[in-house]
């Protein structure tokens, strides 16, 4: 039998139904990439606590 490996489409498919799960329950959603934070890392601290105090 052959397993089938996820696409980068399926985990951003099963991705959104998280996060639009999450939303319906009014939870806020903050999603920070780890590429952001390897290339961008002080921007990406400014966006976090913006985020925290809002």
Same mark, same amino acid.
């Given at each position: 039998?052959?397993?089938? /490996?996820?696409?980068? !489409?399926?985990?951003?498919?099963?991705?959104?139904? %998280?996060?639009?799960?999450? /939303? /319906?329950?009014?939870?806020? %959603?903050?999603? %920070?990439? !780890?590429?952001?934070?390897?290339?961008?890392?002080?921007?990406?601290?400014?966006k976090i606590l913006k985020f925290a105090k809002s």
């Open positions: 039998m052959k397993i089938r /490996k996820a696409t980068a !489409q399926d985990i951003w498919k099963k991705e959104k139904m %998280i996060l639009d799960s999450l /939303k /319906k329950e009014d939870y806020r %959603i903050l999603v %920070i990439w !780890q590429l952001d934070l390897e290339k961008n890392n002080e921007n990406t601290a400014k």
